[in-house]
């Protein structure tokens, strides 16, 4: 009696070994084709974003240099400030152009992938549209903490030190900023600086020209060299040497000259200089604590960046569908004009909050929140019978009439 129970147990147990063995081989069969389907698309997905984040900050740097070196052409950043500035301004740029290479990545991968029939394995091999979310996710996840971390940290800090350097530029002796054989202007003096030559040394100027207009006189100024000199008060003078000035009004026959040894000429007031006040390069921690309207305005923009990188991240699966009878083109189309909308959408938002016409919560609700309804319905209008999460889409059975 006891072998026969051993006998039965033994059975039993061996045919449950041999039933775990078998889903066992059935699971490994269909466990290396998908997970050889997410490799390749994680793999595609990477080389596509680094192809992409080179063009757009090559975009970006080239943009960024063609306005910085109009500054300095104008005499209003030094030569050695170029490059520092462009580093600051890429870096607070840096979380759009992110966001942006993320949305195309998805958007063209997964594009080609329909084009190629490569969509039609994974959808036969029991995967439904939604089940490619989560290699996307996975993959998107660093860049999403990488574009929070720039919104809310490295942006704002990339902005304060670009406006600290300028000051510092500013701060040095505008001598440096004199192109020699150039005419330079100085606004806020009303003046015209032209000077031949420039001593390395010790920043000496030769042969100088000086065009300024006072209380409706003109006065134009030679002298065989100049320096500058900052007064206690902080207001810098062009001091000039050995020259004369000629006064006089326009129209009339009212003039003078006047010979000199040394003549002062004020470039700047200090109270001018000062550091202006800008909310983008504010931290993000004091934003938090201040009620201005601009403040909030602000700190809005920052948390809608990263936020909106994950919708158009999601939102780019559904759109990625090709179409043959619409054309290969047509859901690009589609994507560029919702990302168009998506992004004035938030810039309005940004306006209205900060002109104090909407809630600060309500607006940063709103917009992401309708995106989020057009993942949802964009889902849904991709999906087959079997809804939103279920398996692959159902084919319809065919039947085969042979004749004889």
Known sequence: ????????????????????????????????????????????????????????????????????????????????????????????????????????????????????????????????????????LLFAAPFLVAIVLLSLYLSPWAEQRRLEYERQLESRDEIVLITPGLFREFPRANLVAFVESINPFDST?????????????????????????????????????????????????????????????????????????????????????????????????????PVSALVLTLIAVPLSYVNPRVGRSANLVAAAFLYMLYSNCLNIVQSLIAQGKLDFWAGLALPHVIALLVVVILFRHQLSVSGLFGHAPRTRGTVVVSSG
């Not at 900050?57 to 462009?86: D, K, S």
């Not at 969509?119 to 029991?126: K, P």
């Not at 207001?235 to 000629?246: I, K, P, S, T």
């Open 205 to 305: 100027i030769r042969n100088v020209f000086l065009h300024s207009v006072d209380s409706d006189v003109d006065a134009t100024t030679v002298a065989a060299s100049g320096h500058l000199e900052e007064a206690p008060n902080g207001d810098r003078f062009v001091v000039l040497e050995n020259g004369r000035r000629y006064e006089g009004k326009p129209g009339t026959a009212e003039y003078r000259v006047i010979e000199f040894e040394k003549l002062g000429r004020r470039i700047e007031p200090a109270e001018l200089r000062a550091l202006p006040i800008s909310t983008k390069a504010m931290p993000t921690g004091v934003l938090t604590f201040v009620d201005g309207q601009v403040e909030r305005a602000e700190l809005f923009w920052r948390i809608s960046v």
């Open 1 to 136: 009696m006891r072998s026969l129970v051993v006998v039965v147990v033994v059975s039993y147990l061996y045919a449950k070994v041999l039933l775990i063995i078998g889903k066992s081989r059935q699971k490994s069969q269909k466990f290396p084709a998908v997970m050889i389907f997410r490799r390749s698309l994680v793999r595609e997905l990477t080389a596509t974003t680094i192809g992409l984040f080179l063009v757009l900050l090559a975009i970006l740097f080239t943009n960024l240099v063609l306005r910085i070196l109009a500054r300095a052409a104008g005499g209003a950043v030094a030569p050695e400030g170029v490059l520092p500035l462009l580093g600051f301004a890429t870096l607070f740029y840096l979380n759009i152009l992110l966001s942006v290479a993320l949305f195309l990545t998805v958007l063209l991968t997964l594009s080609r992938w329909y084009r190629d029939s490569e969509m039609i394995v994974w959808f036969t091999s029991g995967q439904s549209l939604t089940a490619c979310l989560r290699p996307i």
